[in-house]
């Protein structure tokens, strides 16, 4: 347990683990950890018991941002520069065994294939409220057989465009904004064109 660990914790309630945050952290974090730094608020056991029964998504996300976004809205109309921000990071596991989702990603920050947990998130703003309200992991699922070397290799079933797709039509139903914007990545005819016909503008990098 790293004791620079950083949790932000607003309202620390047994009943409600939930807004305990996990900021920042210089090393491996564990349940035991966080109980010590919240002087028994919650057990350990309390906050393993939480992570296991908790489904982690985009829906989870929602649930969580949901009331804060309902109260920026009834402070700034959707037309006061209200964005949605796209964007796909990947977590190196560089000493972690392989599966679906601890695979090799191309890391175009760094020019190079890394192995590790790669994610597309949406991220909602407005003045000084920023968000994650959906997250999509990238599951390599799909096996594709080369001939010339002979060896199997996965993929995933989505392309990262097409979750942020998936994302942008559920976003839709969820809450006003003005602009969508995103890095050259995500610069497709298909995402001007769903971005425009839901109604909102882009600024994307070309």
């Not at 939480?50 to 829906?59: C, E, I, Q, T």
């Not at 402070?75 to 065994?97: G, M, P, R, Y």
């Amino acid at each position: 347990m790293a004791e620079k660990a950083c949790y932000l914790h607003p309202r620390p309630d047994s009943a409600h683990p939930e807004t305990i945050q996990l900021v920042s952290s210089t090393g491996p974090t564990t349940a035991t950890g966080l109980s010590r730094l919240l002087d028994g608020t919650l057990s350990h056991d309390q906050i393993t018991r939480w992570l296991s029964s908790m489904a982690l998504g985009s829906p989870g996300l929602w649930r969580a941002a949901k009331p804060v976004i309902r109260q920026a809205e009834a402070q700034h109309k959707a037309e006061e520069f209200v964005v949605l921000l796209v964007d796909d990071s990947i977590l190196e596991k560089a000493h972690t065994d392989a599966n679906e989702l601890i695979c090799t990603h191309y890391d175009l920050s760094q020019q190079r294939f890394v192995k590790g947990l790669n994610f597309v998130s949406l991220l909602y703003q407005t003045g000084e409220v920023a968000l994650p309200i959906g997250a999509e992991l990238v599951a390599k699922t799909v096996p594709v057989f080369n001939a010339k070397t002979q060896q199997t290799s996965y993929q995933s079933a989505f392309t990262k465009n097409e979750y942020v797709q998936q994302m942008l039509r559920v976003a839709q139903q969820q809450g006003a904004y003005r602009y969508l914007l995103a890095d050259s990545w995500y610069t497709s005819a298909e995402n001007m064109t769903l971005v425009r016909a839901l109604g909102h503008d882009f600024i994307f990098a070309l």
